[in-house]
């Protein structure tokens, strides 16, 4: 929390009655849960890695599909020929 945060907060719970002590030992508790908590900051810092880690999965990805697929194709192009020229030369099984 920044100073000015703070320091209204501590005027806030004195006006509406909350003795000094007590005041600051809501605002050392409340700020100790708040220290573990993300800012909107680390939330864009941490959209922006997983989109950049996405692109790049997408694009392994696409690439992967392209080698399959070519050799996919390529596989059934030539697996007539290859089971043509066994039972040419071996006959059949």
Same mark, same amino acid.
């Given at each position: 929390?920044?100073?000015?945060?703070? $320091?209204?907060? /501590?005027?806030?719970?004195?006006?509406?009655? !909350?003795?000094?002590? *007590?005041?600051?030992?809501?605002?050392?508790? =409340? &700020?100790?849960?708040? *220290?573990?908590?993300?800012?909107?900051?680390? /939330?864009?810092? &941490?959209?922006?890695?997983?989109?950049? &880690? =996405?692109?790049?999965?997408?694009?392994?990805?696409?690439?992967?599909?392209?080698?399959?697929? !070519?050799?996919? $194709?390529?596989?059934?192009?030539?697996?007539?020929?290859? !089971?043509? !020229?066994?039972?040419?030369?071996?006959?059949?099984?």
């Amino acid at each position: 929390m920044d100073s000015a945060r703070v $320091i209204q907060y /501590l005027k806030d719970l004195k006006a509406s009655g !909350v003795p000094e002590e *007590q005041a600051e030992a809501q605002l050392i508790a =409340l &700020e100790s849960m708040l *220290q573990g908590l993300a800012t909107k900051s680390d /939330l864009k810092a &941490e959209i922006k890695a997983l989109r950049t &880690e =996405l692109k790049s999965d997408i694009k392994e990805f696409k690439s992967e599909l392209k080698y399959f697929m !070519v050799y996919s $194709i390529l596989g059934f192009i030539y697996a007539p020929i290859i !089971v043509g !020229v066994i039972l040419k030369y071996f006959g059949k099984f």
